[in-house]
C-alpha cells in the first residue's frame, strides 16, 4: 500500500517561511490525489490543501490562499507544501494524506511534522 513520510517542519518566526516534503513508497503515486491537514493542540484536524494526481488542480482553505502552495513531483513520488507569510494559527502538527481520484475520503495518511510559528 501507500506509505507516506512527511518532513520540513520545524521552528519560524512570524512572516518566515517553510516548506514541507512526503514522499510517498507505494506505487502508482499519480493515480492519488494528495492533501495536506493539520491539527493543533485541543483543535479537531482540518484540511488545508489538496492536489489532483496530475496536478492539473489544487483546493485550498480559506485560511491559507495566497500564502500557501501545494505541488507535486510524480517522477520523485513527493508532494510539497510551501508555506509563505507564516502566522501564528499556522502552528500545528501537519499531515499528508492520499486519496483515489474523486474520491472524497483519504485512504492513507503520515505520521505528521511539526511546524511551530513564534512572534
Known amino acids: 500500500q501507500v506509505q507516506l513520510v512527511e518532513s520540513g517542519g520545524g521552528l519560524v518566526q512570524a512572516g518566515g517561511s517553510l516548506r514541507l516534503s512526503c514522499a510517498a513508497s507505494?506505487?502508482?503515486?499519480?493515480?492519488?490525489?494528495m492533501g495536506w491537514f493539520r491539527q493543533a493542540p485541543g483543535k479537531e484536524r482540518g484540511f488545508v490543501a489538496r492536489i489532483t494526481g496530475s496536478g492539473g488542480s489544487t483546493y485550498y482553505a480559506d485560511s491559507v490562499k495566497g500564502r500557501f502552495t501545494i505541488s507535486r513531483d510524480n517522477a520523485k513520488s513527493t508532494v510539497y507544501l510551501q508555506m509563505n507569510s507564516l502566522k501564528l494559527e499556522d502552528t500545528a502538527v501537519y499531515y499528508c494524506?492520499?486519496?483515489?481520484?474523486?474520491?472524497?475520503?483519504?485512504?492513507?495518511w503520515g505520521q505528521g511534522t511539526q511546524v511551530t510559528v513564534s512572534s
Open positions: 494524506a492520499a486519496a483515489r481520484a474523486l474520491e472524497y475520503a483519504y485512504d492513507y
Open positions: 507505494g506505487r502508482s503515486f499519480s493515480s492519488y490525489d
